[in-house]
């Protein structure tokens, strides 16, 4: 098993030519990837054309665009009604909520960024506006968003609020392990969600659930290795988890970045768009930064309703259906008519197919 690791020095054919061979030893496998990321590059490279077919490729619940429910998105409009502008990566801006987008419903009065520490200088440039910052990811732009906040306080600023919508993955792996609504043999793991909060995380899920995981780099290559090295772990068994992007990701993690979220951030109960609440799997900020959680500073009740009953996201993000499934993929549903998140995220998994898979 060891000699696993020293597989960086294969080139692609080699590997290609080793997951063939290892693969023999299956019947049918199921490997889910729970990064938007893993996702995109999978399909870039025409990686589920190369694989032998015994091995399907299921992509998870891991754009975080994509999981963000329709009420997220309503609020977000909501406040905008209210007077305060809107701050958001831009993946967020054409996500459909209940009645439609923030493109549809007030393009002028959102603001697109590129980091979240942006939202400092339009709150510190704009005294007389009010700021809602979209924080909406996962662990690996959370502590982003934490910085923020410490930042906002540390500066006094008082117009600068987070809607938040954080999640956590090792939560929803276990989800979709209970509900054994799907036979998953192993799954390749988000690499920077493992810079942030370590291997050790994942392990606990791997070995709870005793399936295989790998934590695995982003080049088409690492991906392969990652592929090779599930199937060693399901030959030998002898372990459920194993690192190939070593060279960024430690059993603890960043430390650092792990203080600031965990000083800013308690866990909670959040609603996965298409999968429903799970416990803990989301993040809302401590007492100590209420006054920058707008749920709590301007609470807003909302009535939200399924955008388009018939998009399959889904099912989609549980690994059901692959997108083709979905009778309004390339058929009313495209990048540019999207009736539902994952067509309209630069990670999700049907703006990926549409784009390269088919
Ligand atoms: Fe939803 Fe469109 Fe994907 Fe179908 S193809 S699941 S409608 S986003």
Not at 150 to 171: R, S, T, V, Y
Not at 253 to 271: P, S
Not at 303 to 325: A, H, K, T, Y
């Amino acid at each position: 098993m060891n000699s696993l690791i020293n597989l960086k020095n294969l080139k692609r054919a080699e590997i290609i030519s080793d997951i063939k061979k290892a693969a023999e030893d299956f019947q049918s496998l199921n490997f889910m990837e729970v990064c938007g990321t893993h996702t995109m590059q999978i399909y870039r490279a025409g990686i589920p054309s190369i694989l032998p077919s015994n091995i399907n490729l299921l992509s998870g619940p891991g754009c975080p665009v994509c999981v963000t429910p329709e009420e997220f998105i309503d609020k977000a409009i909501a406040y905008l009604k209210e007077g305060y502008e809107i701050l958001t990566f831009g993946d967020l801006y054409r996500v459909p909520g209940t009645y439609g987008s923030l493109e549809k419903e007030c393009s002028g009065k959102v603001k697109i960024i590129y980091s979240p520490s942006e939202s400092l200088e339009y709150a510190l440039n704009n005294s007389d506006k009010k700021f809602i910052l979209l924080a909406v990811g996962f662990e690996t732009t959370a502590p982003l968003f934490a910085a923020v906040v410490i930042d906002a306080k540390k500066k006094g600023i008082k117009n600068l609020f987070l809607l938040c919508a954080l999640k956590l993955i090792p939560p929803v792996m276990r989800y979709l392990l209970e509900t054994g609504e799907l036979k998953i043999d192993g799954f390749l793991l988000p690499g920077h969600v493992a810079t942030i909060i370590g291997s050790e995380a994942f392990r606990k899920v791997c070995d709870d659930y005793k399936k295989p995981g790998v934590v695995s780099g982003f080049e088409p290559e690492d991906i392969l290795q990652s592929i090779f090295i599930l199937l060693m772990l399901l030959k030998y068994k002898s372990r459920f988890l194993e690192i190939q992007y070593r060279m960024a990701v430690k059993r603890e993690g960043n430390v650092l970045a792990r203080r600031e979220m965990e000083k800013v951030f308690q866990k909670t109960k959040a609603k996965w768009r298409g999968i429903g609440e799970i416990e803990n799997s989301g993040l809302t900020l401590k007492e100590e930064f209420i006054e920058y959680d707008i749920s709590y500073i301007h609470p807003l009740k909302i009535e939200s309703q399924v955008f388009n009953p018939r998009c399959r996201c889904g099912e989609v993000l549980r690994g059901i259906i692959s997108p083709v499934d979905c009778p309004l993929f390339d058929n009313g549903c495209s990048p540019q008519t999207p009736q539902g998140p994952c067509m309209v995220s630069s990670e999700g998994a049907c703006a990926a197919i549409y784009k390269y898979g088919r």
